[in-house]
DNA sequence: ATAAAAAATTTACGCGCGTAAATTAGCGGT
DNA sequence: ACCGCTAATTTACGCGCGTAAATTTTTTAT
């Protein structure tokens, strides 16, 4: 029971007993008031409901709480997770997260950071597209806006780079299943979307020399964000040509993996480490799914947590004025063994 | 190369010969503007990259463009994907979409409609967590914003509901799989989040009975929005426990039915509609993701389109005052023939 | 107790645009 | 050429808040 509908800032400035430049002021940050002052302003904010019109907040304001989250494909589980988790650490953290998805599409990326500067973000945590991204349209945004680039690595734009260590995930998991059994193969995309892509293929290679094994590389075919399909179809291709040389298969990520099980399923290839399998499948990237698939995958895991914590941290600073020089930081990954491989 | 910089409304009205309340009234609705005057605007704008501030914008307007998306679960493929549908829809039709997620937290669901409040938006798209939902929170919202409820209905609430027509969803594949083998029993969560699920197995039971065969409907405990874990631990406990009393079985909805495939497989049951298979599982919601399960699932799709067309047009056709009385829209689905039954 | 420092208040202006009312210019039809 | 209508212009005010400068009050330190 409201005891009168507050309708401004002055209104509530007057009913709080407090003058309405103090109360801009604890609302831009309650810290900046006496304590005695921000108890009171904040009994009557309990008591009248009252909160500032964000539009009139903004348009002066040079610097919004505003933040971006940008992802290139929200329909994919593992960037709706992060996404989530960013979310949060930017409400607790005092500021006004808003999501955005590419939603695969380059031309929507564009959009999307247009849209976006019209919001004057205080900062913008950004996994860009990667391969197809307009370089030049995020090298200007870079520019005018705070931005973190995570997930995919894009030159040294914006204020740092937050991500996992592929060349650690694929050592690690081709470390694992050379110990285990026969030295995998790689199977990946022709054109990945993602840069991730080829450090992961690099590292196979180098992992592979130095275990003096001699690696071998399956290259499918398939454009755009459909990986479970270019999988699946690429799976198929691969296993009616022969084109597998050893009985165990790294998939460069968790969703090509997914589509290479359902080939292996629909080719009555049966997949596991078992004995009565044919075949060892392993993915890497921890997607929110791999528990789930049959058998369930083997992979290797982004340290969500720790990458959207230090991605969020690392934005803040920059926006508090504790800039520090561009940096690239990439968090290692965790082995889930699980029955695929 | 913008010859100048155009700062606010009033410099661009100068630039374009326009006088501004003619370009405010353009960006309202250029077609509210005579033919000749709207091409000498949109010339200025090409060649003064001119965008009018929304913060200002909005801040007088009575109505905004702004559209509020909310789902329930943004991390599931479903709702990422419909929203993905609804979001383009909003754009094409001029409106700015917003997308939030209510994270499977009814007080997560509060917050967001709270902060969807502060941007006064023209209309909202609501997918409710369904029984979990703070009910008088969605109804005092509903009075106050324009809003469409789909996906999942709760009482007569806002200005229509649209979602898929889950009696049948489910009588037709319950057809499907009584035409084609054993008839099947019924997989559900016994407190599901949604309620789309007590429809389902209403359905179940009606359809059996018409076909004359008994029912059996199998609910399993687990809380949350985990639906492929419940339905994994779920389906361990009924295998073990001799739970299923024919070889065919219907999953009130695909995530479960992911989570039962996996059960199977951990089991070491053969799942398919082949002779070599000792059960068969069907899910329903055509989920993204079910054409990549072991085998591929058997169900029954949403048709994305048409709900998240008929969404859109309803809402859109309210805000621009075409109200209707409430009406509530179900939308027929498609049987998806695939491996597992 | 007193001075210095910190916080709050008063006063006042501006942001960029919405919008209303009265006026003027442009258009088609006869 | 005239009338009637629609569209555009001029003028003017207001929205809700940010913010700066000058002043007063409160707190802290000595």
New binding site residues.
Partial sequence: MPPREI????E??AVS?????????Y??NPD???Q???ARIEAAIEQYD????I?????????TKNVGIVVPLLADPYFAEIARNLEQRCIVAGYSPTLFSAHGDPEQEVAVLNNLRALKPAGVLLAPLGRASDTDVLAKFCEDVPTLIFDSSVAELGIAFVGSDNQQFTAHITDYLCRTGEPPCFFEMKNPANPNAHRRRHAYLAAMEKFGHSPHVISVAGEGWGFEEIGRVGGHDAFARNLFPTNTILCSNDRLAIGLLTASYERGITVGRGDGSTVRIAGQDGHPHSRYTCPPLTTISHDYDAVSKHAADTLFAAIEGNAERWQSTRIEGRLILRDSA
Same sequence: chains 1, 2.
């Fill in positions: 309708r401004n800032m002055d509530f400035a007993g407090i003058s309405r430049p103090t109360v801009s002021k609302f831009h900046s008031v006496r005695s002052t921000r009252y909160r500032p019109n539009f009139a907040m903004n348009q002066n304001r040079k610097l």
